[in-house]
Structure formats: C-alpha cells, structure tokens
C-alpha cells in the first residue's frame, strides 16, 4: 500500500509565500514523475508543476517565476515553494505521483488527498 501525505497549506495574503511538501510512503520501490497539481472550485484539475527523478522540472506559465518545485529521491518527498502568491493561486492542491511499487513492481499513478490554499487580497 502507498500513500501521498501532503503538508502545508494555508492562509496567506497576497505577495506571501508558502511551502508545501508531499511524503510518499508504503511499499515503494522508486518514484518516477512528481508534481503538483490544483482546482478551483468548478474549474478542472490543471497542472502546477512536475519534476523527473533527475530533476528536470516542468513549471506552467501562470506560476512561472513565482513557484519551484524540487524533490529529495532519497526521502521520496516533493515541494512546492510558493513565493509572491495571487488570489488566483487560491486552489486546493494536490500533490501525484508515478510509483514503482513492491511486489508488483508496475507503475501506478497516486494522488494525496489534496491541501487547501487560500491567498486573501
């Protein structure tokens, strides 16, 4: 059994920082892709950021040069750093993940149960 733990979420005001951080946990074996993703109440899920095991990172536009996203391979965790936040960075977010799990050793893709950003004007 695997598990995604999110942490860090929370009220801020507008040009505030966050941190958020996502501990995978269980019967894993490796981690492949991990990232972060967002949805807004009525709008669709859509992709904040992801990093490769090797650390090359995807970051979408709207958060471009505000956020990062880095992961620890060794603590089979990932962060996101939410730095000069808007109100439309208000999302719950959840954290994914592509993991190789014992026995099977298939791919599976994972979601944590998501943690609720809130960024007030």
């Known amino acids: 059994q695997v598990q995604l733990v999110e942490s860090g979420g929370g009220l801020v005001q507008a040009g505030g920082s966050l941190r958020l951080s996502c501990a995978a946990s269980?019967?894993?074996?490796?981690?492949?892709?991990m990232g972060w993703y967002r949805q807004a109440p009525g709008m669709q899920r859509e992709l904040v950021a992801d990093?490769?095991?090797?650390?090359?990172?995807n970051i979408a536009n709207s958060v471009k040069g505000r956020f990062t996203i880095s992961r620890d391979n060794a603590k089979n965790t990932v962060t996101l750093q939410m730095n000069s936040l808007k109100p439309e960075d208000t999302s719950v977010y959840y954290c994914?993940?592509?993991?190789?799990?014992?026995?099977?050793?298939?791919?599976?893709?994972?979601w944590g149960q998501g943690t609720q950003v809130t960024v007030s004007a």
């Open positions: 994914a993940a592509t993991i190789v799990e014992y026995p099977s050793l298939i791919p599976t893709d994972y």
């Open positions: 269980g019967s894993v074996s490796s981690i492949k892709l």
């Open positions: 990093i490769t095991t090797g650390g090359r990172t």
